[in-house]
C-alpha cells in the first residue's frame, strides 16, 4: 500500500509513501482526523485543504525519530502557501 501525493488539478506526483513510511507517520495522520476530521484514507481518496497541510506539517514535525520524505513535507508547505489542495490518494 502507497500514499501518493498530487495537487488537485494537476496529474504530476509530488510526494509519495509507503507501507513502512505511513506507518511511521501514522500517529501525525490520527492527530489530523481528531483535531480536523480529515481522514487520510490509505485504500481511498482525500482532499487536504492547504489549512489542513499546515496542520499535518506541525503533526509531523512533532513526531521525533520519525523520518518522513522531504518531497511529502515540501508538498504540504507548498500547498498552505501557495494556497492550493492537495490529493491523497491509497492504494
Do not use: C
Not at 485543504?49 to 525519530?65: D, F, K, N, Q, R
Request: glycine residues 8%.
Amino acid at each position: 500500500m502507497a500514499l501518493d501525493f498530487y495537487f488537485l488539478g494537476d496529474p504530476a506526483l509530488v510526494a509519495s509513501v509507503n507501507d513502512s513510511q505511513l506507518q511511521a507517520i501514522s500517529p501525525a495522520l490520527e492527530k489530523l482526523t481528531k483535531s480536523t476530521g480529515v481522514f487520510i484514507d490509505p485504500y481511498g481518496t482525500t482532499r487536504i485543504s492547504p489549512v489542513h497541510a499546515e496542520a499535518l506539517v506541525g503533526y509531523l514535525e512533532s513526531l521525533e525519530g520519525v523520518g518522513t520524505t522531504p518531497e511529502l513535507l515540501d508538498a504540504l508547505r507548498d500547498a498552505h502557501v501557495s494556497d492550493r489542495w492537495l490529493v491523497a490518494e491509497g492504494d
